[in-house]
């Protein structure tokens, strides 16, 4: 006769005259299905991370800034400039556009908006406001190679 479970742990039990307890129950293992879908919760859904702006590199050419007795003037676009807005002038890129402006030399990069014609000084390729002047280290000088791309909406 097999040893049941409460008999294995106490070996002497039939000595003692305790009878060994039997179980006629019989245990079934069911696998419960999912009621619903499982997903993961919301703050762990990853959102698809934001597209990098797409850049057209227009090339390399010389960059000046404008002089402070510009500011308050009307533009070619019809606004007043303003040396403190990070601002430019080209020459034939439509009003509006986005363009990153490097310096080479020092590794500093800021994006402008056109917003008047120019420049008008030979051999420059883009004029730049101040403060678009002084993110790119280029006041003490007045001008600076720089390398410009524009920046697709």
């Known amino acids: 006769m097999p040893l049941a479970a ?7 039990a039939g000595a003692s005259g305790i009878e060994p307890a039997t179980s006629a129950a019989i245990i079934e293992l069911v696998p419960l299905q999912p ?16 597209s990098v702006p797409q850049e057209t590199v227009l090339g390399r050419g010389s960059a000046s800034y404008y002089a402070s007795k510009f500011n308050g003037r ?3 676009s019809g606004e007043r ?3 403190s807005d990070l601002t ?5 890129l439509p ?3 986005r363009v990153r402006v490097t310096n080479p030399a020092n590794g ?28 790119l280290g280029m006041v003490a000088r007045g001008h600076a190679d720089v390398e410009l791309a524009l920046i697709a909406d």
């Open 6 to 12: 409460s008999s294995a742990a106490t070996p002497d």
């Open 35 to 50: 009621t619903a879908d499982v997903t993961a919760p919301a703050s762990v859904i990853e959102e698809p991370a934001p």
């Open 74 to 76: 009307r533009t070619a």
């Open 81 to 83: 400039f303003d040396n």
């Open 88 to 92: 430019a002038a080209h020459r034939s």
């Open 95 to 97: 009003f509006g556009s």
């Open 108 to 135: 500093r990069s800021v994006i402008v908006r056109v917003n008047d014609r120019g420049p008008f000084t030979r051999g420059r390729l883009i004029d730049v406001s101040r403060a678009a002047a002084e993110e």
